[in-house]
């Protein structure tokens, strides 16, 4: 008796702290993403601020490392390599690469370069395409240092494979690419970048089934890897599996990644499967950390159209259109919610202002055609549904044949 209740004791105090590790672990996640808005809003001193009142209760190189980002967003080089090296402190190599960035700005070349071979020998290691891009690293790029650095083998021959493939099949050279595969395949024909290769190359060509089953195996059963879980995702939208994507992109939520753009992605997902309020409850989430968002905003119309608020369809949509009042596809969403209330004269209206905007649109055309003709103006609808066709749309034909050939 005595045995089992230390064992019931033992087992509770064991829940308590995963349960508790993972709740801080999901609070860390939502002061990562709130301080990433802060900074891309502009908001450094906001971020700082709430990543100082997080530190001040657990510390984490993922706090620090996302301070010093918003010390250099704030130009306070002395303050980000001292969150740097916090961050390094705490997980060894995971503050190098914001290390090599910031001497890189400060114009000292040889240690920027030390950091960023540190950097290249971690798990941290990013991307050449993404370090080429950096543009901190233009301040050093000239210098007789940083030639000298790159004249050494800093990625793997498989890496630079991997890395070849990524961008042939990006840019839909898919023969090219099967060829770089094939010679990574003789040299390691049963790895795990075969097989990530071999999928992205089949999601390019459009086979999507045999793109999920391969990612598959490198996902099931295993630890998270954020690169293989995003392919899965991809995959599965591509042969329309939403549910399986959602599952996906929440598996990546669940893990820790802090990237807002998943929560989206998600949201699109669970629209497709008809799980509005899901999709509601991602997107408002979004729109807490970027309230301006265009995409954001648009997708919540139609999540709330679909789900039959109409009012509240229009509220967003006329929200966008006070955010970004040139944008002719925030006048087709609020003239599309016009259109099915049947309000014709706002939707012709919000048609027409899109069509200044950008004039070869071919269903603007039509609709605000058929707005014009449910009106009873059937001479301004002729003309409009002329035009839709000249641009290519076939549905505008039929109405054509119906009510204009004597117009």
Not at 67 to 73: I, K, V, W
Not at 96 to 120: I, P
Not at 289 to 296: F, I, N, V
């Amino acid at each position: 008796m005595i045995l089992l209740n230390n064992t019931l004791r033992i087992t509770t105090v064991l829940l308590i702290s995963i349960v508790t590790c993972n709740l801080q672990g999901q609070q860390e996640v939502e002061v990562l993403l709130k301080a990433k808005a802060y900074i891309q809003s502009g908001k450094s001193r906001e971020a700082i601020s709430l990543l100082n009142q997080a530190i001040g209760e657990k510390e984490s190189s993922r706090l620090y490392t996302e301070r010093a980002e918003a010390s250099l967003a704030a130009n306070d080089l002395s303050a980000a390599i001292s969150d740097y090296n916090q961050a390094n402190r705490l997980d060894e190599y995971s503050g190098d690469y914001g290390l090599a960035k910031v001497y890189a700005l400060k114009g000292d070349a040889s240690t920027s370069l030390y950091h960023l071979g540190m950097h290249l020998g971690s798990e941290y290691k990013k991307s050449e395409k993404e370090i080429m891009l950096e543009p901190a690293f233009g301040y050093i790029e000239n210098r007789p240092e940083w030639r000298q650095f790159w004249k050494k083998d800093r990625y793997s021959f498989t890496e630079k494979s991997v890395s070849e493939i990524e961008f042939l099949a990006a840019n839909n050279n898919i023969e090219e690419s099967k060829a770089v595969l094939s010679e990574l395949r003789r040299s390691y024909p049963d790895s795990d970048d075969v097989i990530y290769s071999e999928a992205i190359i089949n999601i390019a060509s459009g086979k999507y089934d045999e793109a999920v089953l391969m990612v598959l195996r490198l996902t099931d059963g295993k630890p998270v890897n954020e690169k293989y879980l995003r392919l899965l995702a991809r995959a599965q939208t591509g042969q329309s599996n939403y549910a399986g994507a959602s599952s996906a992109y929440t598996r990546l939520l669940e893990s820790g990644i802090a990237d807002a753009r998943i929560i989206m992605l998600r949201a699109g997902c669970y629209r497709k499967t008809g799980e509005n309020d899901k999709a509601l409850r991602d997107i408002e989430k979004f729109l807490e950390l970027y309230p301006e968002d265009k995409t954001a905003i648009s997708m919540a119309g139609k999540v709330e159209a679909e789900s039959g608020d109409n009012l509240k369809a229009l509220e967003y949509f006329s929200k966008n259109l006070k955010l970004h009042p040139d944008d002719p596809d925030c006048y087709i969403d609020r003239a599309g919610s016009y259109f099915v209330s049947k309000s014709w004269d706002w939707a012709i209206k919000d048609y027409s202002m899109s069509l200044d905007l950008k004039p070869e649109n071919p269903d603007a055309w039509l609709n605000k055609g058929i707005a014009l003709l449910s009106s009873g103006k059937l001479n301004d609808a002729c003309h409009d549904f002329k035009r839709s066709y000249s641009l290519g749309n076939q549905k505008a034909s039929t109405y054509i044949g119906k009510h204009c050939l004597n117009k």
